[in-house]
């Protein structure tokens, strides 16, 4: 079955960086779409980045342009999502995700904290 597998959040200082894997499994991972959404304490769900199977056209929410960098490693399955200059606005909790047959999957989500 489906699974995706998030990790890499924490508690980090604004300003600061953070690097969250998203772990694929169960599908053909290397000829689909990923992306990653976040969910805020104030409960907004937001698209955040978004990664096509050849890594030629990446997507980003205007919140975090410029700020963080989607990537990913077909031979391993995962998908990345490099953050820096981390502002309190983004703590969430950060999802993976595949839309195929019809379905949207998610991850069990990562926190991230941006906070002194």
């Known amino acids: 079955q489906v699974q995706l597998v998030e990790s890499g959040g924490g508690l980090v200082q604004p300003g600061g960086s953070l690097r969250l894997s998203c772990a694929a499994s169960?599908?053909?991972?290397?000829?689909?779409?990923m992306t990653w959404f976040r969910q805020t304490p104030g409960g907004a769900h937001e698209f955040v980045a978004g990664?096509?199977?050849?890594?030629?056209?990446?997507v980003y929410a205007d919140s975090v342009q410029g700020r963080f960098t989607i990537s990913r490693d077909n031979a391993k399955n995962t998908v990345f999502l490099q953050m820096s200059t981390l502002k309190p606005t983004d703590t969430a909790v950060y999802y993976c995700?595949?839309?195929?047959?019809?379905?949207?999957?998610w991850g069990q989500g990562t926190q991230v904290t941006v906070s002194s």
């Open positions: 995700n595949v839309f195929l047959g019809g379905f949207n999957y």
């Open positions: 169960g599908f053909n991972f290397s000829t689909y779409y």
């Open positions: 990664i096509n199977w050849s890594s030629s056209n990446t």
